[in-house]
């Protein structure tokens, strides 16, 4: 299956003119290997460059002969070196350079970089532009990856189902590791190394002590073995009463010193098994999930002791500020800045404070955790969802590198105008002596990995991002159509435009103008914002829209629960006006009247009915793309996406017409000219069951 190779397909090169100017360009490699990474990325060109020229490649132990060359800087002859020490001198230690240089006379290539996973990097890239037909003759490219860590957060169990996941069950299989290494691993870390993600977390941060036991550890080091080869270093999730389930402790209280010493111990033997292991990824206290105040200490307690228990190691803790408390009555959105603020600075140099993108929980749009920008001494990880919990699972094509895009965009003002997230999270801003990013993977044992074939997309775009979160989307689906299908234009660009639009159009027939958190509960799949039920309210979609006679949307300004507080006081005063509320977040900070005047003109209830419309609108739209695009694509290809569109096609008027005829009830206005009257009865849709939702967990919201 085509699907299976994601963006690493390597078909044969169709145009003559590039097909010759790429054979004279490997006409004889000389890559002399010898490590396990650097032959790792040798393997890669081995069988990539013939599928792709359709003959064998030579490779050569005559440097002086070679047409391209692909050597760590420090192997490099003088001569060469000069040529690229510049650009040498400017790469960080993962980078590469890719340059077209003069030597013996001619022109050849060279890849270099100052390190092996530089190699390997460097590699895949000079496989990417080939397989984009891009012109090598003359490239000059240096390129370092932006964010120290680039992370896949997998929420895998270890009875291998995937909590919010749809593309099947966990890769990992327990019960033949560590002796079996199924070739999925590899391929998995050939795409990750392929984008330049260095780090998984291979379990659910709703964590299992046991995988800290020897009996799971010593699978976890047969992953990581093979992983190391692509330069990617593992994380485990830490359960925080593991002392107590697996050591046999009466307490997990991080300032008791049993407990300080069951960690460094177990940091000990884990690393025994796995040197480079990377460290742990902690949920605590939230959700259920014990942690530090269940002694009565507090976050920074707990990440500090398993900050010592990894810092002799080199390890990192990745600490979650995912909190929200159910004796907590304040705005759910204001929970972790209120709690993890006044923490700035007190946590040890090699703890990470893990942030969500949004202040709620990876809704189709949110403006961006009031954390990023606040927190200033303490180094801050973005954590996006790829997994699409709120977006329409794998079923709904979403291009989400627009809303990883939008948020990296968004100017947090916290130094001045300029001070985007981007720049917190690369660690530019406040000068943190670690960055990371990470993504909730959305990888499972489906045959094309990520159960809906364009949700690839967004793995590739997640790493991408990762490795430079400057770059735009179009760039970004570019690069993957191009991999991934064709690179013929009239293929490229009308798909391109139809990924550029699928996250406006999620947002639209879900959640438009600022609405969030309206789904069904459990699976957090279709509508539900009639839902009141739940044990926590703010677990219930009437808690998020509180919808009313007089209005609908969430006041968080000054004269609700004062959310807007928590940005600086250039954003404060912005969002405290509806006025001045960009509308794309206009319910998530006011309450507004059904006849408040949008800037169109139109009605608030008129305007949020066209939005629903317009979201199946494009949605149409993007069916007829597909349909267009059938000549550049074969069967198969064509057939799996158009039968999702079409799902995506119903349930969007799913969406639109259960939460208009809902919210109706409190409008009691008539849909206005141009949104389609719903089929079926408010009742009818209160009534649909979702039972056959993956990746729940039972109990949940
Ligand atoms: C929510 C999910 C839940 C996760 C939680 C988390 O519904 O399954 O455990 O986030 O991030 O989005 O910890």
Avoid at 89 to 108: F, M, Q, R, W
Avoid at 313 to 318: C, D, E, K, L, T
Avoid at 585 to 591: E, G, N, R, S
Wanted: hydrophobic letters at 40%; proline letters at 6%; aromatic letters at 12%.
């Amino acid at each position: 299956l085509e699907d299976y190779k994601l963006w690493l397909k390597y078909g044969r090169i169709e145009s003559k003119t590039v097909l010759q100017s790429y054979a004279d360009l490997v006409s004889q490699v000389y890559f002399p290997a010898g490590n396990e990474v650097l032959e790792n990325a040798k393997n890669e060109l081995a069988t990539a460059l013939p599928n792709m020229l359709g003959k064998p490649v030579e490779f050569s132990k005559n440097l002086a002969e070679s047409t391209l060359i692909i050597d760590r800087y420090d192997q490099l002859p003088n001569a060469l070196q000069k040529l690229i020490k510049e650009d040498v001198d400017n790469l960080n230690d993962e980078g590469y350079v890719i340059k077209t240089v003069a030597y013996n006379d001619k022109n050849i290539s060279l890849v270099s970089a100052k390190t092996n996973i530089g190699i390997l990097y460097g590699t895949f890239r000079l496989l990417n532009l080939m397989q984009m037909n891009e012109d090598l003759a003359g490239v000059s490219l240096a390129d370092s990856p932006k964010i120290d860590l680039r992370i896949l957060n997998h929420w895998d169990n270890l009875d291998r189902s995937v909590e919010r996941g749809y593309a099947g069950f966990s890769l990992w299989n327990w019960q033949k590791l560590p002796e079996y290494i199924d070739q999925r691993y590899i391929d998995y870390a050939r795409a990750n190394a392929s984008v330049g993600i260095n780090a998984t977390v291979l379990t659910n941060v709703n964590a299992n002590a046991l995988v800290l036991t020897p009996m799971y550890l010593e699978k976890v080091e047969a992953l990581a073995k093979v992983f190391r080869g692509y330069g990617i270093k593992v994380y485990l999730t830490a359960r925080f009463s593991a002392p107590i389930e697996i050591g046999n402790l009466k307490t997990a209280d991080p300032l008791n010193e049993e407990v300080q010493k069951w960690w460094s111990n177990k940091a000990k033997e884990i690393y025994a098994r796995i040197p480079d292991f990377g460290g742990f990824l902690v949920k605590a206290n939230s959700e259920g999930q014990p942690g530090p105040q269940n002694y009565g200490r507090n976050h920074v307690d707990g990440a500090n002791m398993m900050a010592t228990a990894l810092k002799p190691f080199g390890g990192n803790v990745i600490w979650r500020a995912f909190v929200y408390s159910e004796h907590d009555d304040t705005d759910r959105a204001k929970q972790a800045y209120d709690e993890f603020l006044p923490y700035d600075g007190k946590f040890k140099d090699n703890v990470v404070v893990q942030v969500k993108n949004g202040a709620i929980d990876f809704q189709p749009r949110e403006p961006f955790h009031p954390l990023f920008g606040a927190l200033k001494e303490t180094p801050i990880a973005m954590e996006f969802q790829i997994t699409q919990e709120y977006l329409g699972f794998s079923t709904h094509l979403v291009f989400l590198p627009k809303l990883f895009i939008e948020v990296l965009e968004a100017d947090t003002y916290q130094k001045g105008p300029g001070s985007t997230v981007a720049k917190v999270v690369d660690g530019s801003l406040y000068n943190n002596a670690i960055s990371a990013m990470a993504g909730v993977s959305n990888i499972g044992n489906d045959l094309n990995w990520t159960g809906h074939p364009f949700a690839q997309a967004n793995w590739y775009g997640f790493g991408r991002l990762a490795w430079n979160p400057y770059l735009s989307a179009d760039e970004i689906a570019e690069e993957w159509l191009r991999t991934t299908y064709s690179n013929d234009k009239k293929f490229i660009e009308p798909i391109k435009e139809m990924m550029l639009t699928s996250r406006e159009a999620v947002v639209n027939y879900m959640n438009p103008l600022g609405l969030h958190h309206i789904f069904d509960t459990g699976h957090h799949y279709g509508p539900g914002p009639w839902v009141d039920n739940l044990s926590r309210p703010d677990w219930n979609p009437v808690y998020y829209h509180k919808a009313d006679e007089n209005g609908i949307g969430f006041d968080r300004t000054d004269t609700g629960s004062n959310a807007t507080e928590q940005y600086a006081p250039f954003l404060e005063k912005k969002f405290n006006d509806p006025a001045t509320t960009p509308e794309m977040f206009l319910l998530w900070f006011h309450h507004l009247p059904w006849d408040y005047k949008l800037k169109s003109g139109n009605s608030l209830w008129d305007g949020i009915a066209l939005k629903y419309q317009k979201g199946v609108d494009q949605v149409s739209t993007m069916n007829a793309t597909w349909e267009n695009a059938k000549p550049f694509l074969t069967a198969h290809e064509y057939e799996e996406v158009k039968m999702l569109l079409q799902i995506q096609l119903k349930e969007a008027k799913w969406w639109r017409n259960a939460c208009l005829l809902y919210f109706q009830t409190f409008s009691k206005r008539p849909l206005p000219k141009g949104v389609e009257q719903p089929n079926k009865s408010l009742e009818e849709y209160r009534s649909l069951k979702f039972p056959f939702a993956p990746g729940i967990r039972p109990q949940w919201n």
